[in-house]
């Protein structure tokens, strides 16, 4: 796993917790000055692999392999070295795994496990494995997108389920609810800012997360308070962002058109389906009033069936793998254009604040408050975090959707060479038949 | 199915690519007799739409077929002669057809192509106009030509060479023929299967097997024309892939080229589906020819019965009239009869009254004795000449299905392969993304 981070960036690095400075943290932490923040201008070369693609994630198997990791440049030719791989950090590794059912008097839920291997200080031990249920994901991204509102966060599965409808303790449900959860940590841990988070510290490690929830809730409307006191209007949204928020429109609409797409798809393929097992039907039962046809017959039979068999696992696969994370990404699309509005809402109480400033000056020539310096400073940080969250969401999308649609493809062709290699045998066998009977005639 | 008349001739596969020199075929499912095919080459080039006015004076439209033939041994030799050729519609192939069904009983007669199109999937039409079905007929009906003509049987019909040879003149030599006066009717038949009482047992089981093809050919033909429909949806919705990739490529910077081809396989794979499925009909042609064959068998079989009901009654008759004749000459009645009744109300007759009935009686056992021969004969001569076709037909059938099956795996190799390439191209397209 890596993650990329354009140079430059106060935000970034390794710097224990507490010494980063966040104007807009929350309140548990001190304000200080914001720090000098440089922008870097374009995008770095050099773009981190993807967050939360299983590709070539090996799970850690013990720290020392971690520290090994941690080497690893320093040996490598720079040539070898893979062009996506930031080499930064590869020092917080999370898993979520083993779904376990709950029953009590209450309710019945599902637990995950979440573990966790790391070499951070900022931990104290270098392995953790806690249980966690989706209530506790969903407790722990509202506490990212409270203390940091600049940032994209991850989003997660749906929530709500309707009871009736699906199966909340169903194999396949809890299967692909836990690979999302188990991306949205990835994603979250892969990121310089989030993960070094004090709430996801706490996620990952406490044994009892109930205790926070109180103070989460505090925190949270305090948090509300304050943006809403803001109330300022944004003029003229800069042009970059204005590319961004359409940009964000248009592919939100693409991704439902293509879930719809892939929908039908598999709607038409089930009742593809229905009819090939009827077909393969008749021709079994046709076999049985066949004495030279029967083994011919009942061999189409046995191919029509082995047909179904792989546009079955076809199907099942694209319902379990591709629809889910085109549903993930439009949960994405949504999150971004919050973090989008919650900037502008920032450069416009900067820009109220300062039209105010400078009619005062002009008035009784008070100076400039230094508020609204905190305010563009504010906006600039801001900026600039989107812009950062944003080419690496760029960069991971291209990745996640390369691999979906390669994913998709494989399924296809892996779907179609099952059934060539049984229609194959079957003419075989159709032919073995054919020669004997002619070696016989010409005797 | 029975080959292409251009080529050489006869029947299926790749036995009938072999010619002699002389003309002769070295086929070994060519039998003795099949002299009209040796004779000529047939085929069914071309099919035109005509107008004219029909038997109640009405304006109507038809297809007519062009029927070329040419001498064997002329092709043989390596001239070109040019073919004769005829204009044939298809109520005189089904003319011809039931001539040859009333006039060999013991045959099971090729059938003719569907005279409407059914088992078609939605985006098949039924339109009996249609360009599709029409040459789909025009290859049946070659088919149909081409298998009568080699049967050992039929081929050396005369009324068969008048169709291909006489274009003119030909329906007055087969209503000549007398044989629709020669037709069973349909209720003798229909009689005799419920009252005969000792067909012969293969025969029953023969027919049983041939309402067994039937309903499993048809059933298949049906369950196809499902599973085509359904195949069908599946790649036109991909198409609304390469719609949706191309739009959303249009935002893209690295992503677009990729996502843009990517569209474009899809727009082909969508595509590709039309001339698949437009050449698996071929296969349910094949299919439905023997449906429609199980029906002949099933003709074959009745006829069966037919004869040997016939022969029971006139056996009946015969044992009957003998029991008259015994009762007369000794004046013992053992069974009930009016005549005997009305004896003993009024009285016994004259004695001349007697002889002349018991003459009578003999004439008619006399009669009945040559009647009862003949019908022994008839039916003893259909059905050794029915097991005969029968089981050529039994052979013939076998392997044709056999090889339609073949053909037909061979076809959804095929469309693996066009998929797996589609699908391969795409991903090279997605990997560049």
Known sequence: MSISAPRGLASSGQKPITEILHPLSAAEEPLSPGPDVTVSGGRDKEVGLTNGTPVETPSPASASVLFNRLHLDDDLDPDTRDPYADTETHDLFVTVDDPKKHVSTMETYITYRVSTKTSRIEFDLPEYSVRRRYQDFDWLRTKLEDSQPTHLIPPLPEKFVMKGVVDRFSEEFVETRMKALDKFLKRIADHPVLSFNPHLNAFLSAKDLNKRQGLALLTKVGESVKSVAGGYKLRVRPPEFCALGEYLDTFNQKLGTIDRIAQRILKEQSEYLTELREYGTVYASWAGSEEELQRPLEGMAGCVTTCCGALEDMSENMSQDFLPVLREYILYIESMKNVLRKRDQSQAEYEGRLEAAVLRKQEDRTPIPAEVEKCQDKMECFNADLKADWERWQSNKRQDFKQLLTGMADKNVTYYEKCQAAWESLITVLQDKQTEDKTSETN | ?433
């Open chain 2, 1 to 433: 199915m029975a080959d292409d008349g251009r080529e050489e001739s006869l029947g299926t596969d790749d036995d009938s690519d072999q010619t002699g020199a002389d003309g002769s075929l070295n086929n070994t499912m060519v039998e003795e007799g099949s002299t009209l095919m040796r004779r000529m080459e047939i085929c069914v080039a071309e099919a035109e739409k005509r107008s004219g006015k029909n038997a109640v004076s009405m304006q109507e439209t038809y297809t007519v077929y062009l029927i070329e033939t040419r001498p064997m041994d002329a092709v043989a030799e390596g001239r070109n002669p040019a073919p004769d050729c005829l204009w044939r519609r298809y109520s005189e192939f089904e003319l011809l057809r039931n001539y040859l069904i009333v006039t060999y009983p013991y045959i099971v007669v090729p059938p003719l192509p569907e005279k409407r199109a059914e088992f078609v999937w939605h985006k098949l039409s039924a339109d009996n106009m249609d360009p599709d079905f029409v040459e789909r007929r025009r290859v049946g009906l070659e088919n149909f030509l081409l298998r009568v003509a080699s049967h050992p049987v039929l081929s050396n019909d005369k009324i068969l060479y008048y169709f291909l040879t006489e274009e003119h003149g030909w329906k007055e030599a087969v209503y000549e023929t007398g044989f629709q006066a020669k037709a069973d009717s349909r209720l003798r038949a229909l009689s005799a299967t419920f009252r005969v009482r000792n067909p012969d047992k293969c025969f029953m089981e023969m027919k049983h097997y041939s309402d067994e093809l039937q309903s499993h050919t048809s059933q298949l033909l049906r369950a196809r024309a499902r599973v085509a429909d359904r195949l069908y949806g599946v790649y036109k919705v991909h198409g609304n892939y390469g719609r949706v990739f191309s739009e959303w490529s249009a935002i893209e910077k690295e992503m677009g080229d990729g996502l843009q081809s990517a569209g474009h396989h899809m727009d082909a794979y969508a595509a590709s589906i039309d001339d698949i499925l437009e050449e698996e009909e071929h296969y349910a042609d094949q299919l439905k020819e023997y449906l429609f064959y199980a029906e002949a068998l099933r003709a074959v079989c009745r006829k069966h019965e037919l004869t040997q009901f016939e022969l029971e009654m006139a056996s009946q008759d015969l044992i009957s009239k003998k029991q008259q004749r015994e009762e007369l000459a000794t004046g013992i009645v053992r069974t009930f009869s009016l005549k005997g009744m009305t004896n003993k109300l009024f009285g016994q007759e004259a004695p001349e009254q007697r002889e002349a009935r018991l003459k009578l009686l003999e004439d008619l056992i006399a009669e009945g004795e040559e009647t009862v021969k003949e019908k022994t004969i008839e039916r003893a001569e259909h059905v050794e000449k029915a097991w005969v076709d029968i089981q050529r037909f039994k052979e013939q059938k076998d392997k044709d299905l056999r090889e339609a099956l073949i053909n037909y795996a061979v076809m959804q190799i095929s469309m693996c392969k066009k998929g797996i390439q589609v699908w391969s191209n795409a991903k090279e397209c997605f990997l560049k993304m």
